[in-house]
């Protein structure tokens, strides 16, 4: 593990209670001192267990229903009145649900937009929100985490997943682009196949080989092997890489 200080750190995260990678970054950020306000959308007693642990911390967890547009805002306002100034912003939570093409056109574009809406939609308003902070901080950092299927694409069953991915791959590094004479900057992290429950049920039904044959190394990744590049971006000591995507694909996919 990385030792890194973010003792003088507020960190808001999205998705930080049902997603195994959400709640493992939430973990590390507040074994080194951050102060994490931890999004959740229906399940706060995993972010209420993480905050009871790191109670010195004074982390806290927030509620938003992120395909709503009215709730991102009302999470933003929420995070900004308790902690008055936030350091940065990791965009993490998303949905990956399946729309095959042998669905009705009402069906799979329904599942697209909802994908979209709290993939991608909810990440540009949030993003809109954090540069006016930081603008007015003179200083902040976001962390968008992607997905190798933007680079290599996804299967049939996930156009919607692949498009909302690429668009904020876009986002991120149009961000560190426009915005690091304002002291913003923005990394990207592009995981694959990543050991999380999503996968579990994958590996029971067409086993762990099919997914080893696929990659480089000998096991698969495990959201703790994200955390530590995470903490990094949010220290500062990664400032000089802004706009860079950081692939953790196990060698699956190779730029």
Known sequence: MVDIDLHD?????????????????????MK???R??????????????????????????????LSIEK????????????????????LNAGVFIQHPIR???????STWKRTIAINLNSAGLLTKLGIDHFM???????????????????TEEYLGYAASKGGMVSLGRSVARSFGKYNIKSFIL?????????????????????????????????PEDLTSI?????????DHATGATIDMNAGSHIR
């Open 9 to 29: 750190k507020t960190i808001l995260l999205t998705g930080a209670s049902n997603g195994i990678i959400g709640k493992a970054t939430a973990e590390f950020l």
């Open 32 to 34: 080194m001192g951050a």
């Open 36 to 65: 994490v306000a931890l999004h959740y959308n229906s399940n706060k007693d995993p972010a209420n267990a993480l905050i009871q642990t790191y109670k010195k911390t004074g982390s806290r967890a927030f509620k938003a229903d």
């Open 71 to 90: 709730e991102v805002y009302t999470l933003f306002e929420e995070v900004e009145r308790a902690f008055e100034k936030i350091d940065c912003i990791i």
């Open 103 to 109: 669905d009705t056109p009402a069906d799979w574009f």
């Open 136 to 154: 007015a901080h003179h200083n902040g950092r976001f962390i968008y985490v992607g997905s190798r299927a933007v680079f290599r694409g996804e």
């Open 190 to 222: 592009s995981p694959g196949f990543t050991r999380t429950q999503m996968a579990e049920n994958f590996i029971k039904d067409h086993g762990e080989e099919k997914v080893l044959d696929e990659i480089a190394l000998n096991e698969l990744t495990r």
């Open 230 to 238: 995470i903490g990094l971006m949010c220290s500062g000591l990664m």
